[in-house]
């Protein structure tokens, strides 16, 4: 088989399990396999797979048939132009998210400061901001152990291994530090709604990371109050949240004494993102 037919083929396959990004899902799980780049496999699509290649790629497709994320397949997401590492303890970056850095770090642009990242999963967030933010320092709190093992390994790939730090806390118990910068994507899923997610995300991605209790805010709420304690005056507090739940989370705000100073939408026009100074 060629490559051109056999990323056809995939991508049929994946199309009738109405995968809507199945080519470029196929494309990306070929060159995880050759152990090349897309653009390669593009620039050579008359060249021959071997049938031990052949094999290793219908055992990732029928993976992808199944729903499991191509991040979990090839053990990596890109995010603000950096490869993590991510597996099925942590959630799969995603692009909405990065929305969230851009203000941020045109805010701090120069500055030294402390940066607390609540809930930080891969540490995809805490490690953008260290990499852009060069004389700033940060810690990253999650409750698994999981999720901490590959953030530290995240850091040493990414050359923050001295400037960052990784924990196992229960943000109920941290009470340690003074921050300039406090940033969270907390669960905000309303528990009644992680059934009718995608099956990429129910079936794979980790429901304590989801799971936002009742109305979604459970955790929100927590990292609002805490956060009051930990930030400086005038610190800022970033957290990311889901559609729908700007009107709750902007009265939240103001009633543990923060001053709302910007928001982010996404592509949709839903504000996803609130950034608030403690008064």
Not at 126 to 131: D, F, H, I, R, T
Not at 217 to 232: G, P, T
């Amino acid at each position: 088989m060629i490559v051109e037919n056999t990323i056809k083929q995939a991508s049929q396959i994946l199309k009738k399990q109405n995968i809507n990004s199945h080519q470029l899902d196929a494309e990306l799980l070929l060159s995880h396999v050759m152990g090349v780049t897309r653009e390669f496999l593009i620039l050579n699509n008359n060249s021959i797979i071997s049938k031990k290649i052949g094999k290793k790629y219908e055992d990732v497709i029928k993976r992808r048939s199944s729903r499991e994320p191509v991040a979990y397949i090839v053990g990596k997401k890109e995010f603000w132009g950096q490869n993590f590492i991510v597996n099925k303890s942590t959630l799969v970056p995603r692009p909405e998210t990065e929305l969230m850095l851009y203000k941020l770090i045109k805010f701090f642009k120069n500055k030294k400061i402390n940066i607390l990242d609540i809930g930080t999963g891969s540490g995809c967030i805490l490690l953008s901001l260290l990499k852009e933010l060069k004389n700033s320092r940060g810690i990253g709190i999650d409750i698994s152990n999981l999720a901490i093992k590959i953030a530290i390994k995240n850091s040493k790939n990414l050359e923050l291994f001295y400037r960052s730090k990784f924990k196992v806390f229960d943000i109920n118990k941290f009470i340690f530090g003074k921050y300039d910068l406090i940033v969270s994507n907390p669960p905000y899923i309303p528990s009644r709604n992680i059934k009718n997610l995608s099956r990429d995300i129910s079936d794979y991605e980790p429901t304590v990371a989801l799971n936002g209790g009742k109305d979604g805010l459970d955790l929100v709420k927590k990292v609002i109050y805490k956060s009051h304690r930990l930030l400086k005056k005038n610190g800022l507090l970033a957290i990311e949240i889901g559609t729908q739940q700007y009107l709750k989370v902007s009265n939240l705000i103001r009633k543990y004494g923060y001053r709302e100073t910007g928001k982010e939408c996404d592509y949709g026009g839903n504000v996803r993102c609130i950034i608030s100074t403690k008064v």
